[in-house]
């Protein structure tokens, strides 16, 4: 992505950042595996200073894989 979404609906989104949002959402594992994903965990093994992050879909996914 280029530019930062408003992450809120309000008088202030812009037309252009909805259909951005909706053409990330739609586009097929765009979500899975896409270039945002990777460019997230990078940014966490800075941020952290470790060698690897792994994102998850949701706590509960996050959870069920520490707990196995």
């Given at each position: 992505?280029?530019?930062?979404?408003?992450?809120?609906?309000s008088p202030?989104?812009?037309?252009?950042?909805?259909?951005?949002?909706?053409?990330?959402?739609?586009?097929?594992?765009?979500y899975?595996k896409?270039?945002s994903?990777?460019k997230?965990?990078?940014?966490?093994?800075?941020?952290?200073?470790?060698?690897?992050?792994?994102s998850?879909?949701s706590?509960?996914?996050?959870?069920?894989?520490?707990l196995?």
């Open positions: 992505m280029s530019r930062v979404l408003a992450i809120g609906l202030n989104t812009e037309t252009e950042d909805v259909f951005q949002a909706f053409k990330n959402i739609f586009l097929f594992g765009n899975k896409g270039e994903i990777s997230l965990e990078k940014w966490f093994c800075g941020f952290f200073g470790v060698e690897s992050a792994i998850f879909n706590g509960r996914s996050a959870l069920c894989s520490i196995s």
